[in-house]
């Protein structure tokens, strides 16, 4: 099943979607762009979607990653809600 990544600068310009060929490329990207931003843990039990849990979201005071998987449902980008109160 295909990913989406949305991933940004909280309070300042969305950075870009990655559209991934399988939902373990998604999981690996996420969790490395997260880690990058500064998840010290990252997200408790991994990055896992599935049809049951169609999108993961981690957000900092500065950054934010999301991770959707793209099964024909129309959830909207997570990066709407996600950039919003940033950090001063």
Known sequence: MKTVVE?????GAHMDN????SIKQG?????????????VDNIPGGWKV???KPRITW?????????SVLDGV????ASSSLWQGAAS
């Open 7 to 11: 991933c940004g600068i909280r309070g």
């Open 18 to 21: 990655f559209q991934c060929v």
């Open 27 to 39: 999981q690996a990207l996420a969790h490395k762009l997260a880690h990058i931003f500064g998840a």
């Open 50 to 52: 599935g049809r049951g």
């Open 59 to 67: 957000q900092s005071g500065t950054h934010f990653v999301a991770l």
């Open 74 to 77: 129309a959830r909207g980008p």
